[in-house]
């Protein structure tokens, strides 16, 4: 049944989803009922029903479901088909992660440093933090690199580690992170300057849609920042800067 229904999804058939998962979800299948959940949530095949979204992801969670249990811990955290509640919501967190669901850890850190429903603590927000980042989450792996880079929750700064850790988010494309490596090869913060290096980081993070690296590009053709002054290159990027600044206004 859950199978059919992965077909239909594909084919974009999603009341033949919701029916199928439906199915499988009386006979008390997990998956199904974390599938169906989804779609109350979207409105996909069915009009969107937070609170039906949240007693699916609450039936999924209980029968151990562990991104039913993360989606579960938001729906607490954040105040969506159930009132804010966030001792249900740190409980939850705490489930998923212990089934290694990295945005859960990623969210506990949070929780922990700005001390959501819980004493702050500092140990704990780097230790949940790091876990993520271990794990493969980019939100968590730049932040981790912020933490090395300004010494935040008692770490000492070392930027060596943050250059690591904004490295690994960067393979996955996270933009925060590849401008960042951007900023301190310009800059020459912690690491020798290089203004090819930060051409290449900076050209990385204008095509996924950064205006201030478009800005950085042009400053470092006009200074000739390690590279041969260009200014026509550097009008090139201010204007593509512009145009997006445009676009973005105008939406």
Not at 116 to 136: C, M, P, R, T, V
Not at 156 to 184: C, P, Q, R, T
Not at 192 to 216: H, M, P, T, V, W
Request: net charge negative.
């Amino acid at each position: 049944m859950i199978e059919l229904a992965y077909l239909y999804k594909i084919m974009e058939e999603y009341s033949l989803v919701v029916f199928w998962l439906q199915k499988a979800g009386k006979a008390g299948n997990s998956e199904a009922l974390y599938q169906l959940a989804n779609c109350y949530y979207e409105g996909l095949g069915v009009e969107e029903d937070v609170k039906m979204a949240f007693q699916l992801y609450k039936k999924a969670a209980k029968k151990g479901h562990p991104d039913a249990q993360n989606n579960l811990a938001d729906m607490y955290l954040n105040g969506e088909g159930v009132p804010v509640n966030y001792k249900e919501a740190l409980k939850w967190f705490k489930e998923a992660a212990k089934q290694n669901v990295v945005e859960a850890m990623f969210t506990l850190g949070i929780m922990y440093e700005q001390g959501i429903g819980i004493n702050k603590d500092e140990d704990k927000a780097f230790h949940h933090y790091l876990k993520s980042a271990q794990g493969g989450y980019e939100d968590a792996q730049y932040r981790m690199g912020s933490i090395y880079l300004d010494g935040l929750l008692g770490v000492e700064k070392n930027i060596s580690k943050a250059v690591e850790w904004f490295e690994k988010a960067a393979e996955s494309h996270h933009i925060d992170s590849i401008y960042n490596l951007g900023y301190l090869y310009e800059n020459g913060i912690g690491v020798e300057r290089n203004g090819k290096k930060a051409l290449y980081y900076y050209k990385r993070a204008s095509l996924l849609g950064d205006y201030q690296a478009k800005l950085n590009i042009a400053h470092i053709y006009e200074n000739g920042i390690d590279v041969e002054v260009d200014k026509k290159a550097a009008s090139r990027w201010r204007e593509l800067a512009r145009q997006q600044m445009e676009n973005e206004y105008v939406q």
